[in-house]
């Protein structure tokens, strides 16, 4: 076990092969390199948006959930908070674990956890961020509500996904959820790029 600077405990996921790879067999360790170079930079505009819109400020603890090579965690350090990212892919954390080191982010760190079993207690974190993340989750609700679990009740928690009723995630329960009429999306415009 290790402190977090959220003053959490919290453990690695106790290993196997399997760790990091999805219900339908993709692998996202053998994926983190490419994922850096190729699917980062589209990530990236929608990280700094979201946590533009959270208003998080210095010294504010942050759970990126599903946080992959980074894009939300580097912007949410570079803003002064401290972080913890978890990711159940064991290749992606190490990959993220080398850029905070590289950039001396000592009060940040990354840990292998699946996101809809979070292992940290609850009301740990002033906001909680997943992009593009726990859209992909099997149990996306269980993703929703352990990111709500684990932040203050002040706190805030945003979801970046895939656009609803087309491409990609067309048939995706969480992009129709999302896009139900009975839910008011934000009004603000996305950044170009956006996947599905
Ligand atoms: C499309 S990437 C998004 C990465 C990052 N949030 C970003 O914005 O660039 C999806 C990430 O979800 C992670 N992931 C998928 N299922 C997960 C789960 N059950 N628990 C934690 N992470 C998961 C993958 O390992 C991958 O890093």
Not at 14 to 28: H, I, M, R, Y
Not at 166 to 171: E, L
């Given at each position: 076990m290790q402190a977090h600077e959220s003053g959490q405990q919290v453990s690695p996921v106790?290993?196997?092969?399997?760790?990091?790879?999805?219900?339908?067999?993709?692998?996202?360790n053998s994926f983190a390199a490419d994922y850096e170079a190729l699917g980062e930079p589209i990530s990236r505009p929608h990280a700094e948006q979201s946590l533009g819109l959270s208003g998080v400020t210095p010294g504010e603890r942050v759970i990126d959930v599903?946080?992959?090579?980074g894009a939300l965690t580097l912007a949410a350090a570079r803003a002064g908070a401290k972080v913890l990212a978890v990711d159940f892919s064991p290749g992606m954390v190490a990959r993220l674990s080398d850029r905070l080191r590289a950039e001396g982010r000592d009060s940040c760190e990354a840990r292998v956890m699946d996101g809809q079993a979070l292992e940290i207690d609850d009301v740990r974190f002033d906001a909680a961020f997943s992009i593009f993340g726990v859209?992909?989750?099997?149990d996306w609700q269980c993703g929703l509500a352990e990111m709500a679990r684990v932040c203050a009740l002040a706190g805030a928690a945003v979801s970046r996904c895939g656009r609803g009723g087309?491409?990609?995630?067309?048939?995706s329960p969480f992009t129709t959820h999302i896009a139900s009429p009975s839910l008011t999306p934000h009004p603000t415009p996305l950044p170009q790029g956006l996947p599905g």
């Open positions: 106790a290993g196997g092969e399997t760790l990091g790879a999805s219900p339908s067999g993709f692998d996202w599903a946080a992959g090579t859209m992909l989750f099997p087309k491409g990609r995630h067309q048939s």
